[in-house]
């Protein structure tokens, strides 16, 4: 979801791997040279997510560390297919957790308004595209973006380099 933490914890773990970090809404905003609030208000989310399946389908053939991806990236299904069978990791935050986060919903078009009620409504959407593509899903209510990198390297059997 937006303002999960998804590039925090995927920093976090790409450390820990000793292996590189790349985030596709960053991909994004260097090769359009405008960020992804304003692809959103200009261009409208159809146009970004084609972006954004392009950015995926790039990062993934280029990049062999850690990807963070927009968290309605899922919403695509050509970019559900990209991600199908690998190691997707779902930072799932709830509601309370993401508009408790310090710019948690800032800047995000998506929350605009009644950030709580569209954030609970995006959810309701996405979860069956989260369920199809994560390998594992890991809350993160109670634990701070450290200790969510380590479940999820703990539960992708992956061992950190350090």
Request: glycine share 14%; charged share 25%.
């Amino acid at each position: 979801m937006p303002g999960a933490g998804k590039s925090t914890v995927g920093r976090l773990m790409a450390g820990h791997l000793g292996v590189g970090f790349r985030d596709t809404d960053e991909d994004i905003e260097a090769g359009t040279g405008r960020s992804v609030a304003q692809l959103f208000a200009q261009d409208g989310e159809r146009r970004f997510r084609e972006l954004e399946r392009a950015a995926v389908r790039t990062a993934l053939a280029e990049h062999t560390g850690v990807l963070a991806l927009g968290g309605g990236a899922v919403v695509d299904p050509d970019t559900r297919g990209l991600l199908t069978g690998g190691p997707v990791v779902h930072v799932d935050a709830g509601v309370r957790d993401v508009l408790g986060r310090r710019g948690g919903v800032t800047g995000r078009p998506l929350l605009a308004g009644d950030a709580a009620a569209r954030l609970r409504e995006l959810a309701a959407q996405r979860a069956p595209f989260y369920r199809e593509v994560a390998r594992v899903t890991v809350p993160t209510r109670g634990r701070d973006a450290a200790q969510v990198a380590w479940v999820a390297l703990r539960s992708l059997s992956l061992r950190p380099a350090r």
